[in-house]
């Protein structure tokens, strides 16, 4: 009598080509998670830069210009149109705190309206907005991404 002993050719390659396909599903999904969490993430510094301009504006209702910095000296800030260096102005006025708002993935613009850089914004008044880039590597956000709020809304939307 023959006793069978290890496994035949045939069934080593179903086992690998079943692995292969576990492990196809499990990359995919692994990415679209990166994609997620750091969407995620820059929602959470968009909002945290919506209440720096929230401070800034309870601070200075009148004003849309210069203020003054933490040791004193005149802070100039022009955060109309939706100009993109809006970030670094309130950075520089110690509203907020640098780092993280260069990361290859998004742009963050603090805006005045619908308009400028926030023209596209789904919501009608966005205080700030950010959008997403190709970087992100996930084909939802390819047609682009968009996330707006101000003190009362918020909105995103895929595409232009």
């Known amino acids: 009598m023959l006793t069978k002993r290890g496994f035949t050719l045939l069934e080593l390659l179903i086992a690998a080509t079943i692995i292969g396909i576990l492990a196809m599903f499990a990359t995919v999904s692994y990415k679209s998670s990166q994609a997620d969490v750091r969407v995620a993430g820059a929602k959470a510094r968009a909002e945290m830069l919506a209440g720096a ?3 800034w504006n309870l601070e200075h209702p009148a004003i849309w210009g210069l203020m003054k910095n933490s040791s004193g000296g005149s802070c100039s800030y022009q955060g109309g149109q939706g100009e993109s260096n809006g970030v670094q102005n309130l950075i520089r006025c110690g509203y907020v705190e640098n780092g993280g708002w260069e990361d290859g993935y998004f742009f963050f ?4 309206g619908k308009a400028g850089n926030c023209v596209d914004s789904p919501i009608a008044s966005p205080q700030v907005c950010m959008t997403g880039t190709a970087a992100l590597r996930d084909s939802r956000y390819d047609s682009g991404y968009w996330y707006c709020l101000n003190l009362t809304n918020k909105g995103e939307t895929l595409g232009n």
């Open 109 to 112: 613009y603090v805006c005045k």
């Open 53 to 55: 301009v929230q401070r």
